[in-house]
């Protein structure tokens, strides 16, 4: 039969449209539209990795400390107030949350209300109680999450829960853990200091449900992360980063206690200088920021076959003592994890993979064949996830545990005591104090 152009006009016009633009085409109806809120720090990041897709709004309350992102995104229309944003923009799919640690269980609550896929920073909240609310508000609206621990993507995080599973190290039943943060002001005074709030930012937005206080730049824009009312500290923003490595190694779940051990400048010579006047009020205004330095240990309990786990936490240049199986010229690095195990140690660095101690072990260990699956990208998972694929890594059901245990330490440093904790009713079991940790009180007109 002879083929003219009429026939084969008709056969070209039923092609998808990703098969006539080649391999990688991506057509435009396939692309999620994403808006972004906090984007000029790390949320500038995660908008950059996410340019596969629409960037179609933007929310921040500092027009200055934003403007960089706002003109990467001429065509994205800009905001200052995320709920001004979420009533007018009916056709955002996706979220992408990089407030500091205060706002995000009432933006991520909010959006995931209107049916909006969520990445958020970590930690995911700022409190144990905003951590359980998120997990259960993702399930309810079967939406996509993830929390922003690039690391859960890593060969070296996959490599290394493999080995301990593969039983290398024998019975784990302690674990060390440690990082080089803070990097910002901790253990400091309010300032005294009104000085004027500028003009392109607006305070009380970035406030939020945080007590009022007066504007200071020691808060904002990057050193919050040291103040109770704004941040969590060195264990909330490191923590996640290296617990999920150790929870999926040893199949942790939520721990049976906590305590910490923390230290300020100019802590009292002795118990009598410890109840003079100058020093209780010397504490009284440290008691807005962690601490310099700290200890925080966890204990959970055995798991089947698996026995109980003892985890420490150590930040402000604390380290673990150093394993004897180490040689002398090995330095221990700025942060790292050391398995203790019945068998051996091993040790695994925050981007390094793991290794056997003594080293010499190394040169004739085979490895154990992959049995974790590896990923595509820590944030080409969660866009999958957006378009129906499997949840991301640090879904907000594996993420809001990370984020509890996280926050556990930052309670225990703030008490200075041992603390029994009852996971299933949400409270510590020997501590009232603690307790109105757990959930704090919102300004007015914030509640969730």
Known sequence: MRVTRRHVLPAIAILPRHVLGGRGYTPPSDKLNLAGIGVGGMGAVYLRTCESENIVALCDVDDSYAARTFARYPAAKTYRDFRVMLEKEKGIDGVLIGTPDHTHAMIAKAAMELGKHIYCAKPMTRTIREARLLARAAREAKVATQMSVQSCASEAACATAEWVRSGVTGAVREVHVWSDRPVWPQGIERPAETPPVPRELDWN???????????????????????????????????CHTLHVIFRALDLGHPLSVQASASFVMQPASKEEA???????????????????????????????????????????????????????????????????EKGVLLSGFTGGPKLLPESRNRDFAPPPPTLPRSSGHYQEWIASCKG????NCNFDFGSLLTE????????????????????????????????????????????
């Open 205 to 239: 937005l970035w406030l939020g449900p945080a007590p009022q206080r007066p504007y200071h730049p020691i808060y904002h824009p990057f050193n919050w992360r040291g103040w109770y009312d704004f941040g969590t500290g060195a264990l909330g923003d490191m923590g």
């Open 275 to 341: 109840d003079e006047p100058w020093m209780r009020a010397r504490r009284a205004k440290l008691a807005e920021t962690f601490p310099h330095a700290s200890i925080v240990t966890w204990s959970f309990p055995a798991r089947g076959a698996l026995p109980p786990v003892r985890l420490t936490w150590y930040d402000g240049g604390l380290k673990p003592p150093r394993p004897p199986e180490m040689a002398p010229d090995r330095e221990l690095g700025d942060d790292g994890i050391l398995f203790i195990g």
């Open 405 to 448: 245990v996280a926050l556990l330490g930052t309670i225990a440093q703030r008490t200075g005591r041992f603390l029994a904790w009852d996971s299933e009713n949400l409270r510590f079991l020997n501590d009232a104090e603690a307790n109105r940790h757990i959930d704090e009180p919102r300004r007015a007109g914030w509640a969730l």
């Open 389 to 392: 694929g499997p949840p991301a």
